[in-house]
């Protein structure tokens, strides 16, 4: 999908549904499988960005998208639209999402 990695910052993401995420601020790799593991996004839209998504955020100004979530990027990067998460789900979720 991506074969230069420096073409994804400051681009901005929005969700499948349109809904305006946040820009692109870093882009974390994963070294051992030499692909793109999390895109660190700024200013991102504390509506879908959150605690009730999974989200850990707290008040930090960037979180953390999984990579397995971009569905599209070239001018602007498409991800799937975060669902509420019940407290089970969140409590196993590993991802460690948000900063």
Known sequence: MVTDVASLFDLTVYTDK???????YDVEIDA?????????VENYNRDIINEDTGFNVAESSKAKIPYR??????????????ARKSA??????????GL
């Open 88 to 97: 089970a789900s969140m409590a196993s979720d590993a991802d460690g999402l």
């Open 18 to 24: 349109g809904y305006y995420i946040g820009k692109v």
């Open 32 to 40: 051992s499988e030499r692909r793109i593991h999390t895109l660190v």
């Open 69 to 82: 979530w971009v569905t599209a990027a070239a001018d602007i990067v498409i991800i799937r639209h975060p």
